[in-house]
Structure formats: C-alpha cells, structure tokens
C-alpha cells in the first residue's frame, strides 16, 4: 500500500511481476514494496527494509532483483552527482528530482508545462531524445530553517 495525497493505492506486485514476464519470488515481492514505501531509497535502506520480513535474504538477491526489476521497468535508478544509486517506483513519466545539498533529501518534480517540455532541446546534434532527466539543487525546508544536521552524499 502507497500514500499519495491521502489516498491509500494498493499494488499488487505479483501480477506486476507477471506482467513484465518475471518469476514471482519472495526477494522481488519484498523489494517492489520497499520501493514503494520508501520511494529514492539506496540499496542499504532497501536491504535493511527488505530484512524485516525475510531475515536471511543475501546482498545479491536483493541486488538482483533491484537488477532485474529496473531492466524491465517496474523500478527506475536514479543517481544524482556525488550521491549512491536510488530506486523508485515512479515510472513511466518524465519527472525530475529535487535534491537537498546539506541532508541528501530527494523529492519528485513534475514537469511544469506540458506532456513532456524538457524534451524539446534547444538542438539535439542529431539525437532521437525521448527523455531528459533534470535535477534541480538547493536545500530542503528543514535544512533551509536549520532542522537538520548537515549530511554529505
């Protein structure tokens, strides 16, 4: 179950995983919905969370699955400058991340105008671009108010 604008959205990650021709297993299961709990999440979070309820999963299964679940789009990496890999469950849509410079706090930034603005390039030197990838930088609202201890990626 995922939260969005208190709204409760219940997936269900074995049909999910069927549909993109991948084998149903516990690690995959338990990935998906860590993903989805804890949206740019690097992969150590996503081990601890994915230990919670399979205590003996391996580094590698959950690297696999983090592997295969991204190869086939149900998962999309995302590594901003300086920072580890994270993994969210947002796909399919050209957002763009926000990055706070002092804790490391990542959030989604929908396109402002448009389907898709940012790919309309001011020239393509003979590329077919079919996506752009935007990080906007600064400081988050509790670093900004001094909330938060500061943290280097």
């Known amino acids: 179950m995922r939260e969005t604008s208190g709204v409760a959205e219940t997936y269900d990650f074995e049909a999910m995983l069927r549909e993109a021709a991948l084998r149903v ?87 402002a105008v448009g389907a898709a603005p940012c790919l309309v390039a001011s020239g393509d030197h003979g590329f077919l671009i079919d996506e752009a990838e935007v990080v906007h930088w600064g400081r988050c609202a509790d670093c900004s108010a001094g909330n938060t201890p500061s943290a280097t990626p």
Request: hydrophobic share 35%.
């Open 25 to 111: 297993t516990r690690p995959r299961v338990a990935v998906l919905t860590a993903v989805h709990r804890m949206p740019h999440s690097d992969t150590e979070s996503i081990i601890r969370a994915v230990r919670e309820s399979l205590p003996t999963v391996s580094h590698q299964a959950v690297y696999d699955s983090l592997h295969a679940l991204t190869a086939v789009g149900l998962l999309r990496s995302i590594q901003p400058s300086g920072f580890v890999a994270r993994y969210e469950s947002r796909v399919g849509d050209n957002h763009h991340h926000a990055v706070c410079r002092s804790c490391g706090r990542i959030a989604d930034i929908d396109c």
